[in-house]
């Protein structure tokens, strides 16, 4: 069955950067893309963007475009989201989530458990 | 950028009754939408995409319809486990892109 498990809880200090790792099974990783959500405490789901299993292209939000960076590693199954110059607001549930089908970009289908990220000085 | 609104903000009913979502899109999204359901502590889960396909494993009584701007989720009969969030979300044909909707709450009246 597909499964996507993520990285653990971190704390950053603000302008520190974190990476959140995803590592999927149960299904060609290189066959799907995978979307990276947040969702701060209390509020709703926020789309950071989205990577390509096959070849790693990428299209992030433009509100995290220059901070974010989601990369893949093929050999290992995984997926991280790399976040820099975190600021409280940055503070939220990561998720991954991979498209429902293998075709590039179809709605987020299975999702990791989440990573909570806190940032406090 | 294309925005989603989702109306009601709460929805109040008891277990058996019919539940009627909606989702408005600022610009037409074709049949590229979705529906997630998120209960507290848990990641969102897929119960409709491209508007009207059940994903895998979600009962019947979710169904979703609509094309353009307008959308509707219904689900017929409510069970106890449906109380939770609803988000829409809609999602560009190339490249990748997607957008949520604020979400419905649908409480135990």
């Known amino acids: 069955q597909v499964q996507l498990v993520q990285s653990g809880a971190e704390v950053k200090k603000p302008g520190a950067s974190v990476k959140v790792s995803c590592k999927a099974s149960?299904?060609?990783?290189?066959?799907?893309?995978i979307s990276w959500v947040r969702q701060a405490p209390g509020q709703g789901l926020e789309w950071m963007g989205w990577?390509?299993?096959?070849?790693?292209?990428?299209n992030y939000a433009q509100k995290v475009q220059g901070r974010v960076t989601m990369t893949t590693d093929t050999s290992t199954s995984t997926a991280y989201l790399e976040l820099s110059s975190l600021r409280s607001d940055d503070t939220a549930v990561y998720y991954c989530?991979?498209?429902?089908?293998?075709?590039?970009?179809?709605?987020?289908?299975?999702w990791g458990q989440g990573t909570l990220v806190t940032v406090s000085s | 950028e294309n925005v989603l609104t989702q109306s009601p903000a709460t929805l109040s009913l008891s277990p058996g009754e019919r539940a009627t979502l909606s989702c408005r899109a600022s610009?037409?999204?074709?049949?590229?939408l979705a529906w997630y359901q998120q209960k507290p502590g848990q990641a969102p889960r897929l119960l409709i995409y491209d508007a009207s396909n059940r994903a895998t494993g979600i009962p019947a009584r979710f169904s979703g319809s609509g094309s353009g701007t307008d959308f509707t989720l219904t689900i017929s009969s409510l069970e106890p486990e449906d109380f939770a969030v609803y988000y829409c979300q809609q999602r560009s044909s190339w490249p990748p892109l997607f957008t949520f909707g604020p979400g419905t709450k649908v409480d135990i009246k």
């Open positions: 610009q037409s999204v074709s049949s590229y």
């Open positions: 149960g299904y060609t990783f290189t066959s799907y893309g």
């Open positions: 989530a991979r498209d429902v089908l293998a075709v590039a970009g179809t709605a987020p289908g299975y």
């Open positions: 990577i390509s299993g096959y070849n790693g292209y990428t």
